[in-house]
């Protein structure tokens, strides 16, 4: 199964916010469309990816400075400023074991589909784990449709 196959399903629609995006309202996009990551988008590119994880990890940091001092508030820390700036990438034609491999190595569970500069959509782990279960479950039914037909 390729990448494509797997966005044609799941659908492309993009979330996307810029680096200058208040922390705050990128993460009520996030809490409002239910989803786990938003594209940082600059000049029309891709600048980065901001998920669930950086939105976590600047909330612990925050609390760790708190300890010792005043700390910025989530309205007054840009997206650019916790972003991670250089996500993996996948292809349209990547094989979803390469992405399996590619997400796990990397320890990203989103991750954009770019043709050229072009951000085709996004997949998530979840989109891969229930692609992988829908493409067995067909192999099985076929599997056993086979089986229960086999000739005398």
């Keep these: 199964m390729l990448v494509k196959e797997i966005l044609r399903i799941k659908g492309n629609t993009l979330y996307t916010v ?15 469309h239910d989803i786990g990551s938003v594209l940082v988008m600059q000049g029309g590119r891709l600048a980065g990816m901001l998920t669930f994880r950086e939105v976590i990890n600047v909330l612990a940091k925050r609390q760790h ?20 700036p ?14 399996r ?17 072009t951000v085709l959509g996004v997949i998530s782990f979840h989109d891969v784990a229930k692609a992988v279960l829908e493409e ?15 000739p005398a």
């Design 136 to 150: 067995q479950a067909f192999e099985n039914r076929m599997l056993k449709g086979y089986i229960k037909n086999w």
């Design 86 to 99: 250089s996500p993996a990438r996948a292809v349209p034609e990547m094989e979803v074991d390469e992405l």
């Design 18 to 32: 810029t680096p200058a995006t208040l922390l705050s309202d990128a993460v009520i996009t996030l809490s409002e």
């Design 101 to 117: 491999v590619l997400m796990l190595q990397r320890h990203q569970r989103y991750v954009p589909v770019m043709e050229g500069e």
């Design 65 to 84: 400075e708190h300890r010792i001092g005043p700390t910025p508030t989530m309205s007054e820390i840009k997206v650019g400023d916790v972003m991670d």
